[in-house]
């Protein structure tokens, strides 16, 4: 059984910071992509950040040299550093680890980009 955990969302001003972090638990030892997804309300899940296990990235462009992804292996920990955040940037944020594919989903964090 696998259990996605993620923590560090909150309420921030715009120009903000925040980082997000996800620890994934259970019977697997190695994920191979994780990420971090987004929902804000009426719109669909969108991808903000992806990484491979070797740590290859990629971004939505909206995000783009303002958040960084990167991972721990070891720890099973999946990180998003927010910047420069925006009120756009308000959504409910999920971790996602893929192995054997399949895709796991963390249970989400709100994350509120106050103007």
């Known amino acids: 059984q696998v259990q996605l955990v993620e923590s560090g969302g909150g309420l921030v001003q715009a120009g903000g910071s925040l980082r997000l972090s996800c620890t994934a638990s259970?019977?697997?030892?190695?994920?191979?992509?994780m990420g971090w997804y987004r929902q804000a309300p009426g719109k669909q899940r969108e991808l903000v950040a992806g990484?491979?296990?070797?740590?290859?990235?990629n971004y939505v462009d909206s995000v783009k040299g303002r958040f960084t992804i990167s991972r721990d292996n070891f720890k099973n920990t999946v990180y998003l550093e927010m910047n420069s955040l925006k009120p756009e940037d308000t959504a409910v944020y999920y971790c996602?680890?893929?192995?054997?594919?399949?895709?796991?989903w963390g249970q989400g964090t709100q994350v509120t980009v106050s103007s």
């Open positions: 996602s680890a893929d192995f054997a594919s399949i895709r796991y």
């Open positions: 259970g019977s697997i030892f190695r994920f191979n992509d």
């Open positions: 990484i491979t296990f070797r740590g290859s990235t």
